[in-house]
């Protein structure tokens, strides 16, 4: 992976690799993304693997003894994947969807359906698409 500089900006070098970001973290805890496993490949140049399973709640780097960002270095890498065409399908369409809606979740009768087995109210203009 050319990180493109994020390795030096975000002192990556400076890992202690004591483990206490994955530790904290939620997706880890649940068979997600790994975050002490995230900066070693970022030091090493190597493909980074389940960013998209970061829910960027930051613990991670208030753990962090080193004072990483590691939250913020993994929307770095995202930023870098992205921009070559490399991030999930479902996250460019939400993206779409914000762009041209201003929501990240469009209306449809999918939706209208849920709130309305959640017992919430569906508005006339709800699944309309
Ligand atoms: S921001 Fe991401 S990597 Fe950090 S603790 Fe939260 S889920 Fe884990
Ligand atoms: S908490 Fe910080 S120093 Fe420890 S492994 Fe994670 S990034 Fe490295």
Redesign the pocket.
């Known amino acids: 992976m050319d990180t493109g500089g994020i390795r030096e900006a975000r002192g990556i070098s400076?890992?202690?690799?004591?483990?206490?970001?994955?530790r904290v973290c939620p997706s880890a805890r649940h068979g997600g993304f790994v975050?002490?496993e995230f900066?070693g490949a970022v030091d090493e140049g190597r493909e980074a693997v389940g960013i998209w399973d970061c829910l960027q709640c930051r613990r991670?780097s208030h753990?962090?003894?080193?004072g990483?960002d590691?939250a913020a270095t993994v929307q770095d890498v995202r930023r870098l994947y992205a921009a070559a065409g490399n991030a999930p399908a479902k996250f460019l369409r939400a993206a779409e969807t914000a762009r041209e809606t201003g929501a990240s979740v469009a209306r449809s009768p999918r939706i209208a359906k849920q709130r309305a087995d959640l017992g919430l109210p569906v508005s006339a203009r709800e699944g309309s698409g």
């Open positions: 400076g890992c202690l690799v004591c483990g206490s970001c994955t975050p002490d900066i991670c753990a962090c003894p080193a990483i590691v």
